[in-house]
Each structure stands twice: as C-alpha cells, then as structure tokens.
T-cell receptor, first 113, second 108 residues
Framework: NAGVTQTPKFRVLKTGQSMTLLCAQDMNHEYMYWYRQDPGMGLRLIHYSVGEGTTAKGEVPDGYNVSRLKKQNFLLGLESAAPSQTSVYFCATVLGLATNEQFFGPGTRLTVL | SQQGEEDPQALSIQEGENATMNCSYKTSINNLQWYRQNSGRGLVHLILIRSNEREKHSGRLRVTLDTSKKSSSLLITASRAADTASYFC????????FGTGTSLTVIP
C-alpha cells in the first residue's frame, strides 16, 4: 500500500498562474484534509472532505478550491497564485471520526514568485 | 485562530534525559493527539488520549490530559538522538486544530 501520496513534490509558480495539487490514498478512508504549513504557524486547515462528493471550508480557505469526485482523490486548486500562498502543503486522511488518527502525505513545497 | 499551543517552542536536551512538552487548548474536545514531524516530512501520529482519560502510555511516551485546565503534556523518557523532531498537539472534532509545535533537539 502506498498510503497517502501527493503530486507534485515541488513546484514553482509565477504570480497569477494556476495549478492543481493531487492527493491520492489507497486506504479507503472517508475523511481527507488539506493543510498548509508555514514557519512558526503550525498547520492550518484549508479545506476538508467528509466523503466522496463533499467538501467544506477550513480555517484558511480563501484563494483555494477543492474537489472530491472520487473517494481516493482530493484535489486542491489555486486559480491565481499569490506569493502569500508560498508554503508547504500537506494532505491527510482519516478513516473515520471514531479513530481520528490522521495519516499524512509527504508534502508539496510550493513557491510563488 | 488555532486551538492548540505548545510550550516550549524549542527544547534542547542531552541524550538519555527526559523531554516534556506542554499543550494548551481553548475549547472542549473529544480527544487530543500528539504528532511528530521530522524535518522535511509529513506528520506521524504518536498517541491519542480521549477526553475521559487522564493518562496514557505508549513505549517511551507518556501523555497526560487535564480537561479542567485545558492542557496536555507529552513526556518522552530516555531520549535518543533519533527523537529530534518537531512535536505537535492536535485537537479534533470534524476538523483538526494543530498547535505551532515544539522543536526538540536531542544532543548525542
């Protein structure tokens, strides 16, 4: 099992460009999350999904969109990248709220120039 | 605003010593978890303590929870150089709220 994978691992964008980050999981988990991690800020939740076809806003959703068309994939989109979106992005999954243990992907390091 | 806040922000100890990190949170919780992050990696779940538990052990880890003070502590006993990492507490409901982390350095 691959667990939680993220594509790409690194990306450099220019201001105004768009991109999509892909999170894929093979654990059949219901819940999926997108976080960003910035120095001294810990992890902040961007969006999350409690199941296929559902999405919800987290703590810092502005400038991002998400989709969960398939249970195993959770996509994070940046329509018009800004330098403030330079960060490391992590995807995480949870089987269900009863278990609550999050499984994290390796991260995507994004730089917006 | 973030739910959890860890203290201290950074901790440096000698190998073999114990390391204690604290976490404070703001609202009522179902459970509290501790995660570890090695440099450049994703977070790894260490231990979960439920709101009706006061103490939990897992190997060299001991976690306590005081819901009246809205605080938790993580104790790593007999630390090793390989324990060098950042440690985060997280509280959870439908969403998870992470603290800013404690950076632990264990000197061989």
């Amino acid at each position: 099992n691959a667990g939680v994978t993220q594509t790409p691992k690194f990306r450099v964008l220019k201001t105004g460009q768009s991109m999509t980050l892909l999170c894929a999981q093979d654990m059949n988990h219901e819940y999926m999350y997108w976080y960003r991690q910035d120095p001294g800020m810990g992890l902040r939740l961007i969006h999350y999904s409690v199941g296929e076809g559902t999405t919800a806003k987290g703590e810092v959703p502005d400038g991002y969109n998400v989709s969960r068309l398939k249970k195993q994939n959770f996509l994070l989109g940046l329509e018009s990248a800004a330098p403030s979106q330079t960060s490391v992005y992590f995807c995480a999954t949870v089987l269900g709220l009863a278990t609550n243990e999050q499984f994290f992907g390796p991260g995507t390091r994004l730089t917006v120039l | 605003s973030q739910q959890g806040e860890e203290d201290p922000q950074a901790l440096s100890i000698q190998e073999g010593e114990n390391a204690t990190m604290n976490c404070s949170y703001k609202t009522s919780i179902n459970n509290l978890q501790w995660y570890r992050q090695n440099s450049g990696r994703g977070l790894v779940h260490l231990i979960l303590i439920r709101s009706n538990e006061r103490e939990k052990h897992s190997g060299r880890l001991r976690v306590t929870l005081d819901t009246s003070k809205k605080s938790s502590s993580l104790l790593i006993t007999a630390s090793r150089a390989a324990d060098t990492a950042s440690y985060f507490c997280a509280t959870s409901g439908n969403q998870f709220y992470f603290g800013t982390g404690t950076s632990l350095t264990v000197i061989p």
